[in-house]
Every structure is written in C-alpha cells, then in structure tokens.
C-alpha cells in the first residue's frame, strides 16, 4: 500500500472546489507513454496549471500500471526540477470498470480514480460506485462516477448511442454514492468521430463539417440540481483541423475527423465542468508530426528525430488548451 500523498500527487478535491469558484476547469490529459507525459509536465510547469494525469484501461495494458505510476511519481519530480515549486498533479484512473481495478490503483499510489457505471442499470451503478467510494475516502482518494451515456467508440469505451444524462437523477445519485465529482454526457464522445457528417453542416467554402452544439440546457438543469457540485465532460477533444490536414497530406486516412469547437468547451469551463478530458487531440498532434518527419525526412530512424518534434507539438497543444480553452493557466 503506496499512499499518493508520498509521491508529492494531490487529489482533486481542493482543485476542483477552486475550479469551480474560479470559473475555470481542470485539463485531464491521458497519458501512454514518455514523450505525453514529459510534452504534459511541461505544459502544466510553463504554465503554472494544475493537471490530471489519466491512465486508461487501454494505457495500463499498453504500458503496464506499475511502470506508469512511477512515471508520474518521477512527473512530481520532474516538475520540481522545471522551477514548479509545488506541483499540483493527480493521477487517476480514466474509465475504471471495476471495484478490483479501482482498488488496485489506490493501493499502489493513484490519487483519484473514476468508477465508469454509466453503462450499468441505475441502481447497479450506484451500487458499484457507492463501494468504490467507501474503500477510496478511507485513504482520502477522489472518486469520478458517470451518469448517462456517451455516444462514440474508442477502444474499451464503446456505446451505441448516447442518452443524455437526466438531471432528475443527479441528486439521488450523488447523494447516495458520495462521489466527489460527475462525469455527465450533454453530446459529446470519444475519439475524432463525434458526430456523423448527417448530424453536422458543411462549411461550403472549406468544406469542414461544422458540429450541433451541445446540450448546454441539459448542464444549466444538473447546475441548478447540484449546485457548486464538480461536473467532468469526458471526448473534449476538439480534433484540430490543422493535425487532420497535415495526416492527411501525409499518407494518412482520417475523413471527417470531426471534433468538439473550442468556444462550446470555454464556455462549458467556465461553469460547473471543472474537468475536461483530453485524449484524441493528443493522439492526432502525435500522429501528425510523426508522418510528416517520415514523408520528408524518408532516411531517418532515430526515434527521438520524430518523437522529439512531436512532443514539442503535443506541449504546444497542451499549452493551448490550458491558457485559451481552460483558463487553468496561473493557478498552481
Ligand atoms: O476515454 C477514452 C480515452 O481516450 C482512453 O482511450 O482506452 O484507447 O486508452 P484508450
Ligand atoms: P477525447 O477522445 O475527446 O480526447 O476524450 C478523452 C476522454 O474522455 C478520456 O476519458
Ligand atoms: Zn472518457
């Protein structure tokens, strides 16, 4: 049992209450690998934000669990060593699925997790995230539950279809679980496919699919259900045109690649969303550099002469993100 607190990480519980106050959010960024998290500490260090680090199911089987804990107990370290002189970081379980997994993450150090129920019937959802709740308080760790569904399909995280969450439900659901925050679904997914081309209208001069708006009605009712009460918006991805372009021209594949627009995302910020994960902008700045390094530079195969370019891109983006859509920069 590794508490997070000795690895220099926070819970989200002060953060999110300052948030909230602030009128800001919190960027949840995923993390897989090296150059995400170092391209994330730099971001956040610059900038002086507080961040989420996010471990998907998918990233613990990809980069194995144990590993990615010590990379954010180093990520402390590292901040430290960037002139943050104190780090305001969480590590957290994105997605959890079951109570095994959550407890698993808490003992070895993880400092908020999320229990994802949303695709359980109600009561079994409660249920579940009632549990996790009773075993993470006992260390002082966060908990993230879900109310309602997201459409879109990524990996582990797969729905048909979304429901939006029904803000009826808010007040039972948090009082009865006691969790510290809620994921909620008002229209936006996983991935860089959020809308399908039949849902959007078409810029006639770029020819750029301009996405529905979200439902910014259904948040105002969950606001005045709960209020002051921490909400997270999961797919916050905005999939900048820029990186499909630059995929695209360059041997990539990724039509109508369509994404949430910034000024839907600052304005959900500036409410109660005091979270926002994103996880598919970073893929897509990767991805982006990467192919374009290996259509102009066709003799090259040092690693870092491509990873290298594309975390100074993913910290580019990470930037962006936190000063001109989160206003989380300056406060931590
Ligand atoms: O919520 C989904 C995240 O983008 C994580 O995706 O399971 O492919 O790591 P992943
Ligand atoms: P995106 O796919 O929009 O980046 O969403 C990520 C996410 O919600 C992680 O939980
Ligand atoms: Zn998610």
Redesign the pocket.
């Known amino acids: 049992m590794v508490s997070y607190k000795e690895l220099g990480l926070v819970n989200t519980r002060e953060m999110f209450a300052k948030a909230v106050a602030g009128g800001y959010a919190i960027p949840a960024f995923?993390f897989?690998n090296m150059e995400q998290l170092q391209a994330i500490i730099k971001a956040a260090a610059t900038k002086r934000s507080p961040v989420i680090l996010?471990v998907?199911?998918?990233?613990r089987s990809?980069a194995n669990q144990t590993l990615l804990r010590y990379m954010a107990q180093g990520a402390v370290e590292y901040a430290k060593e960037l002139g943050w002189e104190n780090p305001q970081i969480v590590l957290h379980l994105?997605?959890g699925d079951t109570f095994e997994t959550c407890k698993s993450c808490v003992d070895m150090g993880f400092s908020s997790v999320m229990i994802d129920g949303s695709a359980l019937p109600y009561d079994e959802n409660v249920a579940l995230t009632k549990k996790v709740v009773e075993y993470a308080h006992q260390f002082d760790v966060t908990v993230e539950a879900e109310l309602g569904v997201l459409a879109g399909v990524?990996?582990?995280?797969a729905a048909e279809e979304s429901h939006y969450t029904r803000p009826e439900e808010v007040i039972d659901f948090t009082s009865k679980t006691g969790c510290d925050s809620l994921a909620i679904s008002i229209g936006t997914s996983?991935?860089a496919y959020k809308f399908k081309p039949e849902q959007c209208t078409r810029d006639p001069k770029t020819g750029i699919l301009i996405p529905p708006p979200l439902a910014f009605d259904v948040l105002a009712e969950i606001e005045k259900k709960l209020p002051g009460f921490p909400i997270v918006l999961?797919?916050s991805s905005s999939v900048p045109q820029e990186y499909v372009k630059i995929i695209n021209e360059n041997g990539g594949k990724l039509p109508d690649a369509v994404g949430i627009p910034e000024e839907q995302l600052r304005k959900a910020a500036k409410s109660a969303v005091c979270k926002i994960?994103i996880?598919?902008d970073s893929?897509l700045a990767m991805t982006a550099i990467v192919r374009k390094v290996f259509n102009e530079k066709p003799g090259e195969f040092d690693p870092r002469k491509y990873l290298g370019p594309a975390r100074d891109e993913m910290q580019k983006l990470y930037e962006h993100k936190i000063v001109n859509v989160l206003g989380s920069d300056g406060k931590a």
């Open positions: 995923n897989n996010q998907s199911k998918g990233a990809y994105d997605h990524e990996d582990e995280v996983h991935g999961h797919g994960n996880d598919s893929r």
